[in-house]
């Protein structure tokens, strides 16, 4: 996933402030690499990426909503709270504090400095490996036919 940036080091020292590990050896002044979990996140000039993607640049306004959030899942509701935290001292403008959701979960909401809207939450039905994996439920429906057929 590569996100466009209005200046890389900025925002590579944004979320390098959130924890994340930034690869030296795959950056370059241009480019960040960060590996998450099994998702590796690239940040890119934003009109540097709309030319490779040969559109136009959109103006930066922040937060610029793209009809699009970033998710990132946490194991608990006080995880979530930290990373809030950690995100509004690093910058980050608060969109939505964190709080209880109507289906169960609990969440808060951030815009980054180039206005990339990540939603950081805790969803209880959501099982989280060791390194932050989501493995989804599997469908029922599906996993009575797959077994049927056995």
Same mark, same amino acid.
């Given at each position: 996933?590569?996100?466009g ?32 979990n ?8 934003? =009109? ?9 640049? *959109? ?5 610029a909503? /793209? ?6 899942? &946490?194991?608990?509701? =006080? *995880?979530?709270? *930290?990373?809030? =935290? ?14 209880? /959701?109507?289906?169960?979960?609990? &969440? ?7 206005? &990339? ?8 039905y959501? *099982? ?6 989501? /493995? ?6 599906? /996993?009575?036919l797959?077994?049927? &057929?056995?």
């Amino acid at each position: 996933m590569t996100l466009g940036v209005d200046d890389v080091d900025r925002a590579s020292r944004f979320y390098e402030s959130l924890g994340w590990r930034r690869s030296l050896e795959a950056s370059q002044p241009s480019i960040s690499f960060f590996q998450l979990n099994t998702l590796a996140i690239a940040l890119f000039g934003r =009109a540097d990426l709309a030319r490779d993607a040969g559109v136009d640049a *959109a103006p930066s306004r922040l937060p610029a909503f /793209t009809s699009i959030t970033l998710a990132q899942n &946490h194991g608990s509701k =006080a *995880a979530v709270d *930290a990373v809030m =935290a950690q995100a509004r001292a690093a910058g980050a403008r608060v969109l939505k504090a964190p709080c209880d /959701t109507d289906w169960g979960g609990y &969440h808060g909401v951030f815009a980054d400095p180039d206005g &990339h809207v990540w939603e950081i939450c805790h969803n209880p039905y959501f *099982a989280l490996a060791v390194d932050g994996s989501i /493995t989804l439920p599997p469908d029922r429906k599906s /996993t009575r036919l797959n077994s049927s &057929h056995t």
